[in-house]
């Protein structure tokens, strides 16, 4: 494993991420349409969106065909989920290059962005 | 306006946003906010939230481009990624608890910072003394040109880790991928070349606004019918924009658009300044 061949690993995870991502995120939105088109949004006034929305469990048990923002939110959360897996990958490639500094390195920006996702804020 | 009118509405400003962001080197996310605050009367916190997915999304999606470059410098970005994601975390903190005014001048200050960085020239790659922390952490590297290989080496690496905190933390606070202050940090203090500085600080750029976007989500700042348009729109744009990089004319649309992105900037302050 070299850094040119891991670079180019890392940049295929994050072109299929970030695909997949907008596939479900575009099928959730014609879902939504289909279903919401004739309301009117409004977003002048701020208001935190509902819980279930709002935490990795709840996306995932909210994100069915009856709910159609849950699609959308499971295709976003997808989405923030791709450049931390591009970590945890590249920590695996400096562990298979032997760089141990690296590893650390890594494990430790991991670690901020998994608490960044999964802690409550 | 119902939703059927509303989000191809959304969509179109993003692309456009997404398109101009990529055409001067600035990112989408930056103008994507004022777009929707100031077009659209969105409250900045969905205005950021949005904005901020869209920004990972342009941040992965540009990786296309690196494959067929190989400029990038993935130990550089993990490096400078340990300031950049705690900065982000500060900054995502600091939004929930910052007045949505207090959130408008700064962004005007910042998109202000952006377009006067937008038409200065590109500096020139010279290199200077190297940082021995460069080399104990593996920093220096080589990129491909003119058929063969161009070694450079990094210098000033705490001072580059240090704007690259600020920069993190701006990009949580604001919800954008701070590009002109990443391209600061990396370009002139750390003199890394400038082919490899911006496909490394594109990476970096996603890797940033994953860090802020979960404190985001928890809080309730990702709605997901506004940041669907959004991030499918800077989306296409941006990937378009990465295309026509080559055949634009690059000097009078950094102007036009340093002088749109200037009044918007204004008009943000002067927002923020009448909600105090």
């Known amino acids: ?121 | 306006m119902t939703n059927l009118e509303f989000t191809p509405l959304v969509f179109t400003i993003s692309a456009i946003a997404g398109l101009l962001g990529a055409l001067t080197g600035l990112g989408g996310g930056v103008v994507v906010t004022p777009a929707l605050t100031l077009l659209l009367g969105v409250d900045i916190r969905f205005a950021i939230g949005a904005s901020l997915v869209s920004v990972i999304a342009t941040s992965s999606g540009a990786a296309a481009a690196y494959v067929r470059e190989g400029y990038s410098n993935i130990r550089i970005g993990m490096f400078l990624e340990l300031a950049t994601t705690i900065g982000a975390l500060l900054g995502a903190y600091l939004a929930t608890r910052t007045p949505t005014g207090i959130l408008g001048i700064v962004f005007g200050a910042v998109l202000l910072h952006s377009a006067w960085m937008s038409t200065r020239p590109r500096p020139h790659d010279s290199s200077g003394k190297p940082d021995p922390l460069a080399t104990r952490f593996k920093l220096n590297g080589s990129y491909p040109a003119d058929g063969g290989h161009q070694s450079y080496k990094v210098t000033h690496v705490k001072t580059g880790l240090g704007l690259m905190f600020g920069a993190g933390t701006l990009s949580g606070l604001l919800g954008i991928g701070s590009g002109a202050l990443k391209v600061i940090a990396m370009d002139q203090a750390m003199r890394i070349p400038f082919k490899v500085s911006t496909t490394t600080s594109n990476f970096m750029i996603g890797v940033t606004a994953a860090a802020s976007a979960g404190i985001y989500l928890s809080r309730g700042y990702i709605e997901p019918v506004l940041a669907m348009p959004v991030m499918l729109g800077v989306l296409t744009g941006s990937l378009i924009g990465a295309r026509k990089l080559i055949g634009a004319r690059v000097r009078v649309l950094r102007w036009t658009f340093a002088a749109v992105v200037g009044v918007m900037a204004i008009e943000m302050i002067v927002n923020g300044v009448q909600k105090l």
């Open chain 1, 1 to 121: 494993m070299t850094d040119q061949r891991l670079e180019k690993i890392v940049s295929v995870l994050l072109i299929a991420g970030v695909s997949l991502s907008a596939l479900i995120v575009l099928s959730g939105a014609i879902c939504y349409l289909w279903q919401h088109g004739n309301e009117s949004p409004d977003y002048h006034e701020f208001h935190a969106i509902e819980r279930k929305y709002r935490s990795i469990q709840g996306v995932l048990g909210a994100a069915r065909p009856s709910d159609c923002r849950g699609i959308i939110q499971l295709g976003l959360l997808l989405l923030i989920c791709t450049p931390i897996a591009r970590v945890a990958f590249s920590m695996a490639g400096f562990a298979l290059e032997r760089d141990g500094t690296y590893v650390l390195l890594t494990a430790i920006v991991l670690a901020i962005l998994l608490y960044g996702l999964a802690a409550p804020h």
